[in-house]
């Protein structure tokens, strides 16, 4: 059975679908007015992973990420730029797109957008005010009480008097309590706004997801994702409004990957040590990403550095030679066979991807040993679970590592032809001085009864 560690209990739990045979499941998405980062590839590839992994468990799974498309950030962004919000916001939802394609990220069942859900959030927060836990503020704001939600802390852990001892809180004179938070913002000049009840004015960012995740997935569903930076307040947020709103449990499972780390720092632009997806992928293959993220547990810190994308480029070239060396015709799973068995157990277990990673090398290693076709597929198979191993082993091994300093292929193909016909002439020392120039250059040749094939070192 599928174990999840739940954030809400602290503890590895069995997994019981509210509804026997399917899961709903919703994540955190992003907020769309600058290129994704590293962390946000991050919650790409994890809960891409999971939904991959629920699908291939027999398991119907509607999947809901949200896009946050209105807030102050895009708001002050599209001000710098001299454009609308919505040209900003489409350009960077397609940026997103783009840059989850070239990472193997397969879309959700529901990409729901913020400024699409107005309504909904309007209900909801007209629901919390009659159950008498949101009350508008004298400046005009709609905000939710804390202390009048006997459960709030349970998520994160944190008591009330501890926020109010030491936690850094949005201080606002208008709140009844420095803990309040913002249901509904009351609009300023030159800003978007809708109208409401309660005036002019936009949602906070916390009840926009509240109200897409009720609206797609109901009141009550199985799983919620994300981040551990927005375990609070985001999702503790989240757990006061729907189950202040709708008298009812929320989420039976919250997950939450671990933080990005570079060379050992925190990841972030005042310590110049800020990296984009795409600034990333022109250096690396994106497939090396995903497999980087893949073989870290979810729930571990992930430290990136160039060495330890290095070592995951090397450590995939070393699967997709096993591939090379056997056709595997086709990538079907048998479930009954060792490797797969153990997979499953691996996967199983709150989604170890790094001991399923394990499996892969140890069933690689059999495959260069026996040439088994049937293991090859085998390979080819559990890796697809994972979004691995779906290319042409020789278009990846011959795939330049993006440094820009690299041999180009068809110098590499002219030379290799010049050795061969060196060796036809019997001039074997111009062979082994095209060998050597290859073997500076990062070229590996391998000769074989079919000719000459090469990878990159």
């Known amino acids: 059975m599928l174990k999840i560690y739940n954030s809400l209990t602290r503890e590895k739990q069995d997994f019981v679908p509210i509804t026997p045979g399917s899961v709903r499941m919703y994540v955190c998405g992003m907020t769309v007015y600058d290129y994704c980062h590293l962390g946000h590839a991050r919650v790409l ?35 710098e730029n001299n454009e609308g919000i919505g040209e900003l ?45 949101a009350y508008r503020a004298a400046a005009g704001d709609v905000n939710f009480s804390v202390r009048k939600f006997p459960g709030y802390g349970k998520l994160s852990g944190k008591s009330l008097d501890d926020l109010h001892a030491g936690e850094r809180v949005d201080v606002d004179a208008g709140k009844e309590d420095p803990l309040d938070f913002v249901l509904w913002k009351r609009a300023k000049e030159d800003e978007p706004f809708w109208a ?48 202040g709103a709708h008298n009812c449990h929320f989420v ?36 090396v990403l995903r497999f980087f993220i893949v073989r870290a547990h979810y729930r571990s810190p992930l430290n990136y550095s160039d060495t330890h994308l290095d070592d995951a480029r090397h450590a995939l070239s070393r699967l997709y030679t096993a591939l090379k060396a056997v056709e595997p015709g086709g990538a079907e799973v048998d479930w009954n066979e060792a490797h797969a068995l153990r997979f499953r157990t691996a996967m199983n277990d709150d989604f170890n991807t790094p001991e399923a990673c394990a499996v892969l090398f140890d069933l690689a290693a059999e495959v260069n040993r026996s040439k088994s076709a ?69 070229v590996i040749l391998e000769d074989g009864v079919k000719g000459t094939s090469w990878r990159r070192a």
Not at 69 to 79: E, H, P, S, Y
Not at 215 to 230: A, P, R, T, V, Y
């Open 196 to 243: 409401s009840p309660w005036g002019h004015g936009r949602p906070g960012w916390h009840i926009e997801c509240s109200a897409m995740s009720s609206e797609l997935l109901g009141k009550h569903f199985d799983i919620h994702g994300g981040g551990q930076d927005l375990q609070f307040p985001h999702h503790e947020n989240e757990i006061a409004q729907s189950e």
């Open 252 to 287: 039976n499972y919250w997950m939450h990957n671990g933080f990005v780390r570079v060379d050992d720092e925190k990841m972030s632009k005042s310590l110049g040590n800020f990296f984009t997806i795409r600034e990333i992928l022109k250096r690396y293959d994106p497939e």
């Open 374 to 442: 049937e293991l090859a597929r085998q390979l080819r198979g559990l890796s697809g679970l994972l979004g691995l191993l779906g290319r042409d082993p020789q278009a990846f091994l011959q795939a330049a590592p993006r440094s820009g300093e690299e041999m180009p292929a068809e110098r590499i193909e002219t030379l290799i032809a010049a050795r061969a016909a060196a060796k036809q002439g019997k001039d074997y020392a111009a062979a082994d001085r095209i060998r050597a120039e290859l073997a500076d250059a990062g």
């Open 45 to 79: 590839v994890v809960f891409d992973l999971v939904q991959r992994w629920l699908r291939a468990s027999g398991l119907q799974v509607c999947y809901v990420r949200n896009i946050t498309d209105i807030d102050d950030k895009i708001i002050k962004r599209a001000r």
């Open 89 to 133: 916001t489409a350009r960077f939802i397609r940026f997103m797109d783009e840059d989850a394609a070239a990472l193997g990220v397969e879309k959700p069942d529901h990409e729901p957008r913020a400024t699409e859900h107005v309504p909904q959030m309007l209900e909801l927060i007209g629901q919390l005010e009659r159950n008498g836990l």
